[in-house]
């Protein structure tokens, strides 16, 4: 029986997961270009995430800060509601920081992110379905919604690692894929991590806020006291190219924009399986076609090859399969209280 206090969910968190969709879709293309315009090998990687974090700061510090005030918000912050909200945070500042690792050990950001978008996805839903089982168990679970997010991981994968792009040499190891599997576990347990940050808050109002607010701290914590101390005992050079920052700033603030939107998304009843699948497989093509509208194939468009727009479709597809065939989270349990006879207790 449905509880008659709940509104339908509608589909206000599909919009919210879509503007995930477009600020991370082109937050590889603005990190990838921030740490070129640091134009330092040796520290640029830091101080371009330095910059990320400092607009994390603006974003989802000050603003949230503010917004709370504003609004007249409580000050009761449960201590399970910051500590998800923190962790979460920390978990979103690792995976950015283990993408530019991936970039500064020569890993082509075609393939990073290739590897980033095809499997977060999958250790989500997994993380997610475990932590929040659906109605029925997970063996009521229907097949097309697992073939989606399959689809889509495969459709995210061929889209990015067969976009044009410029020539470059190989890498000479893969260190870069190790980096950029931390980055896949890190983001892919993310979005779960931020769902129980905002339930943990338990304030239907303004909890979203509020863990956005702990999300980011923990960048603040991470991306800018962290950095800054390891170039302060490195001895790095004080050179700070406006290009670089200001793509690095960009690129942060299009993450924090999109860290928001998820949480909105969850805050409009969108469940986190299902937000952050079709998050992963329509950021890549994001990423994708803004890449090749930034840096034009030098072959031109002719030259494309037929598996990045088969991947266009399958992620398409896939988003769809995971939208139409989302599981249904099992009913929270109600407590009802026993009925007083004659004003005696109960006796069990």
């Known amino acids: 029986m449905s509880n008659p206090k709940s509104p339908p969910a509608g589909n206000a968190w599909l919009t919210f997961a879509l503007l995930t969709v477009l600020s991370w879709g082109v937050y590889g293309v603005f990190l990838a270009t921030g740490i070129m315009q640091m134009a330092d090998p040796v520290n640029g990687l830091l101080k371009s995430f330095l910059f990320v974090g400092l607009a994390y700061f603006l974003v989802a510090v000050l603003a949230p800060l503010l917004l709370l005030v504003i609004r007249g918000a409580s000050w009761n912050y449960p201590p399970e509601g910051m500590a998800w909200s923190l962790i979460a945070g920390i978990a979103g500042a690792l995976g950015a920081f283990g993408v ?29 379905l475990i932590q929040h089982p659906p109605a029925g168990g997970l063996g009521s679970i ?22 044009p ?28 991590l931020l769902h129980s940050g905002q339930m943990k808050m338990k304030d239907p ?13 923990a960048y603040l914590l991470v991306a800018v006291a962290v950095p800054f101390l390891l170039l302060v005992i490195g001895g790095a050079n004080l050179k700070y190219p406006i290009g670089g920052m200001s793509w690095s700033l960009i690129a942060g603030v299009f993450g924090a924009v999109g860290a928001f939107c998820v ?14 699948a079709i998050v992963f497989a329509g950021a890549p093509v994001v990423n994708a ?32 399969l995971v939208t ?25």
């Open 263 to 276: 949480l909105l998304a969850f805050g409009a009843r969108g469940i986190p399986s299902v937000v952050m």
């Open 165 to 192: 792009a410029p020539s470059h040499g190989e890498a000479p190891d893969l260190t870069w894929l190790i980096y950029s599997l931390v980055t896949v576990l890190a983001w892919g347990v993310y979005g779960v």
């Open 289 to 320: 076609i803004f890449s090749l509208i930034k840096r034009p194939p030098p072959q031109g468009w002719g030259s494309i090859s037929l598996l990045f727009w088969l991947g266009i479709l399958l992620a398409a597809l896939g988003g769809c």
């Open 205 to 217: 109002t303004d909890g979203r806020y509020k863990a956005f607010l702990f999300v980011g701290l």
């Open 100 to 128: 530019l690792l991936a970039f500064a050990a020569h890993g082509q950001p075609g393939a990073v992110m290739a590897i980033v978008f095809a499997g977060a996805p999958i250790v989500n839903a997994f993380v997610s």
């Open 142 to 163: 229907k097949p097309q919604f697992w073939a989606g997010i399959v689809i889509a991981a495969v459709g995210g994968c061929l889209v990015t690692l067969k976009k």
């Open 324 to 348: 139409l065939f989302k599981p249904q989270q099992a009913p929270p349990v109600k407590t009802v209280p026993a009925p007083a006879t004659g004003g005696a207790l109960a006796a069990h």
